[in-house]
């Protein structure tokens, strides 16, 4: 089964992911298979920052060695709608989680870019498909960010409340990157070129790819 909640052997969807030594297990049958578990790469950090621009550069740089994803596409219906806080803490993350892991499956670690921190996957029971999540922020200085969110076009809703919203998710990064569990790397976009940005988030990916 490419989903990796369902147990190949009985058919049966646990909501828990039983892992040891490279195998996954089925609480109610007994059975035992193998599973890739690859690092997963999150490109975060508030929007405006710079991660769906240097996304698609990515995805053609590393073109063959890792999948490149916009988290936003799954933003959308009952995943939306479900999420206790509005920001996907609930089923949303849950299912990003599972996507990867099953493209994981196909030997290419993925990169996910979007708006995320370790607070927000680290908990989930699904982490327990990956060896270990390592997480980039691109931040930038408030005045900046805050100017490019409102030279958005309307149909993206970037009304005054919300750029403060992002805003202060910026300053939390920021300020906690380094004491989170696992730390987040930071990248400052304010002045950078996007080739600068392209440069720094291909060498940090190609540094922690799997052997």
Known sequence: MLDLKICPGCGDRGDYPVTAAGELSCPRCGHHWPFRRLPLFALTGPSGAGKSTVGPRLAEKLSGRVVALEQDVLWTGVL???????????????????MAA?????????????TVAPPE??????????????????????????E??????????????????????????????????????????????????????????EARLPA
């Open 80 to 98: 939306r709608e479900s999420s206790p806080d509005g920001y996907g803490t609930g089923a949303f993350r849950s299912t990003w989680l599972r």
């Open 102 to 114: 099953m493209i994981h499956q196909s030997g290419r670690p993925v990169v996910l870019c979007g």
């Open 121 to 146: 996957f680290e908990p989930l029971p699904e982490r327990a498909y990956f060896d270990r999540i390592h997480y980039l922020a691109f931040v930038a200085e408030p005045a900046a960010l805050a």
């Open 148 to 205: 490019r969110l409102r030279a958005r076009p309307a149909w993206r809703e970037w009304d005054e409340p919300r750029i403060a919203e992002m805003l202060e998710f910026n300053d939390w990064l920021r300020e906690s990157a380094a004491t989170l569990d696992p730390p987040v790397d930071l990248f400052d976009t304010t002045t950078a070129t996007i080739d600068d940005a392209v440069d720094h988030a291909l060498r940090w990916i």
